[in-house]
C-alpha cells in the first residue's frame, strides 16, 4: 500500500521551478488527443501517458489519483496511474431503441457513483462502483442524433442537471425529477451560419455550460465561436467574441474551467497551429496564460483538465 501510495505521489508530483521562473507558473495539463492521453508537466515534459484512440470529450483526474476517461465512443474507464483498469461503464441501447449509442460527458459524484450522458438514449443515468443504473433523467431533445443530443453535462450542487444539448443549440437546466426548469438557446451573433470546423466554421452546436456562485452561466459556444455569461433572465453579461483577444481567433470552444478569482480557462478546439489549444483569460479580457503543444497533441484537443488549481470549477 505504503508503495502504491509513493507511485502514486511521484506520477503526479509538482515539478519545480526555477528562480527565473516566468510570474505565471503553468499548469500541468490531462489531455487526449492523437491516440494518447497525456499529463503534461508545466515544464512542458511528459510525466504520464496511456494510448487512447478515441477522440475524447471528457476527462478528469479524480482526487484519489485514478483517471476517469473516454477510452471508446460509449465506454467511460477508471484507471490507475499504474494503468490498472479499475471500473468500467459501456452504454448500451435502451429498452426500445435500435440505434448507436455515444458518451460525451461524464462526473464522478460526491456519493461515488458515475453520471454519464447517453446520446441516442437521449437520457442521464447516474451508474453505481456495480456498473448497475441507479438514476434515469430522460432528455428533452428536439433534433434527436445519437452524436449530437449532447455534449457537456454537469450535475448541479442544487441536484440539479445543467445540459449542452449540440444539435439543439441550447442548454437546458433539469431539475431531480428530469422536468426542464431552465434553458438558454444560442443564437449567431449577428454572423452568418457557415461550414467547417475551424474558425471558418459558425454555427450553434454549443459545448459547454457551467453554473457560477451568482446563479449566471458561463457557455463555451462550439461552433459558435464565442464565450457567453448570461443570467437566469437568457441575457448575455459578459462574453468573447471570435477575434476579440489579441493573437488569439476561437474555433470550436470546448473546455471551461472557472477559477476561484474569477479567471476562466478555455478550450479553443480546430483552430490551427497558430493558435493556443488552451488559454486563461481575466474578467478584463487580459490573456495571462496559454497552451499550445501540436507535438504532444493536435487540433483535436477537445477536452483537458487543468491541474493544480484549488476549489476550479469544471
Avoid at 438514476?135 to 450542487?157: F, G, N, Q, S, Y
Avoid at 441550447?170 to 428530469?178: F, I, L, N, Q, S
Avoid at 448575455?236 to 471570435?242: A, E, G, K, N, R
Wanted: net charge neutral; charged share 25%; proline share 4%.
Amino acid at each position: 500500500m505504503r508503495l502504491f501510495l509513493s507511485l502514486t505521489a511521484l506520477a503526479f508530483a509538482l515539478p519545480a521551478f526555477a528562480a527565473d521562473a516566468p510570474k505565471h507558473p503553468g499548469y500541468r495539463v490531462l489531455a487526449q488527443d492523437k491516440g494518447h492521453v497525456v499529463l503534461v508537466g508545466a515544464d512542458g515534459k511528459i510525466e504520464w501517458e496511456v494510448e487512447c484512440k478515441h477522440n475524447s470529450h471528457d476527462i478528469d483526474l479524480l482526487p484519489n489519483g485514478n483517471l476517469l476517461l473516454h477510452t471508446a465512443p460509449a465506454t467511460v474507464t477508471e484507471m490507475t496511474p499504474k494503468k490498472e483498469v479499475v471500473w468500467k461503464y459501456e452504454a448500451k441501447p435502451k429498452e426500445g431503441y435500435k440505434g448507436r449509442i455515444e458518451v460525451h460527458a461524464f462526473q464522478r459524484l460526491a456519493d461515488g457513483n458515475t453520471l454519464v450522458a447517453e446520446s441516442g438514449n437521449k437520457r442521464i443515468v447516474e451508474v453505481n462502483k456495480d456498473g448497475k443504473i441507479v438514476k434515469e433523467i430522460a432528455l428533452k431533445v428536439d433534433r434527436p442524433d445519437p452524436h449530437r443530443d449532447t455534449r457537456m453535462v454537469r450535475k448541479l450542487d442544487t441536484g440539479n442537471y445543467l445540459v449542452c444539448h449540440e444539435g439543439d443549440g441550447c442548454v437546458r437546466e433539469y431539475d431531480a425529477t428530469g422536468k426542464v426548469v431552465w434553458e438558454y438557446k444560442l443564437d449567431l451573433g449577428g454572423r452568418k451560419a457557415s461550414d467547417g470546423h475551424g474558425p471558418e466554421g459558425h454555427g450553434t452546436a454549443v459545448y459547454g455550460a457551467l453554473r457560477l456562485a451568482n446563479g449566471n452561466t458561463v457557455i463555451s459556444g462550439g461552433n459558435n465561436n464565442r464565450v457567453l455569461e448570461v443570467n437566469k433572465d437568457g441575457k448575455v453579461v459578459w462574453s468573447i467574441d471570435q477575434k476579440e483577444l489579441p493573437g488569439i481567433t476561437l474555433a470550436w470552444v470546448t473546455t471551461l474551467h472557472v477559477l476561484p478569482n474569477g479567471n476562466l480557462i478555455v478550450g479553443n478546439c480546430h483552430a490551427g497551429p497558430d493558435n493556443p489549444q488552451l488559454f486563461e483569460v481575466t474578467r478584463d479580457k487580459k490573456v495571462v496564460w496559454t497552451f499550445k503543444d501540436f507535438k504532444i497533441f493536435g487540433n483535436s484537443l477537445a477536452t483537458a483538465h487543468v491541474l493544480d488549481i484549488k476549489d476550479v470549477k469544471r
